[in-house]
């Protein structure tokens, strides 16, 4: 990833594309742990058992995406990144994760 | 208790779909009209860092009330929605998910609409969470930096999408079988 270094941290844009990208990570992470689980290949456990294993994949999820945005965050925040790659990614990230919650594409796995 | 207006299930989903997911989606089109109604060209004046950082704190709003509408969702109104009746009932009026699923016309409302809505609020949250972040480590910039105010935009135009869809498929499940 190109990237400008000495401009003034406040001005730099490599936090917002971090939690720009972390956002896509953790769509992309709640439709794959959702489509693991259809095809049978990874069911996270459920922690709350009257809610059933939704709790289980949403935290799962969750914690990928706090992870993921927590590594971005530390290697980016005082860099200016070059965002057009970057904002691709995050956004085809976040269309394959909708895309992998939709209960239609489950029945092609 | 045979007095009460209201059941604490229907309650809870009261909170979670008018209160909070409603709150949730105004919140969200106020902030994505601000985003755009107020964008400056160049440096940011005295009132644009006001508008900013009111802007800031309306998106800080929007990501906390969906986070505790799909806290509340999952954990207060799905379980009662997903129990399980005993045996032999015949009435499954108090088992949403039952009785959905025990009329061919209404299956669809499971297998499509709370499959959709168990999973694509917590992308929702996410996406708003990291649109409340660039608005509030960049509240100088948001209004004036196109790069920026483009990415929150993004975010936020999503989410409203996400969010409207699942509030309407919300609707069409407690229309057919409300949590009472």
Known sequence: MATIEGKPAAATNGAALASFLAAGIG??????????????????????????????RTTLAA????????????????????????????LILIGSGILLTFPPVWSLV | ???????ERSIWTMIHGTALG??????????LFSLRAMRTEGASSATSRNQARYLSWLMVSTAVL????VIVGTYATFPPYRATPPDGLTDLTQYPRFLIQSK???????????????????????LSTAAA???VRYRAQLLSDAQLNRMATALLAICFVLVSVVALLGVFINKVAPLQ
Do not use: Q
């Not at chain 2, 709150?23 to 969200?28: S, T």
């Open chain 1, 27 to 56: 769509a992309f992470a709640v439709g794959f742990v959702v489509i693991l689980n259809e095809a049978g290949l990874f069911s996270a456990p459920a922690l709350y058992a009257p809610a059933g294993g939704v709790s289980g």
């Open chain 2, 22 to 31: 409603g709150g949730a989606l105004m919140a969200l089109a106020a902030s």
């Open chain 2, 104 to 126: 061919p016309g209404t299956v669809w409302l499971h297998a499509f609409a709370m499959e959709i809505k168990e999973h694509t609020p917590w992308i929702a949250a996410m």
């Open chain 2, 1 to 7: 208790m045979d007095s009460m207006l209201f059941t």
């Open chain 2, 66 to 69: 969906l986070w505790l509408t």
């Open chain 1, 63 to 90: 914690v990928i995406w706090l992870l993921g945005w927590a590594v971005l965050h530390n290697r980016w925040k005082n860099r200016e990144i070059e965002s057009r790659r970057v904002y691709i990614i995050s």
């Open chain 2, 133 to 135: 972040f660039i608005g």
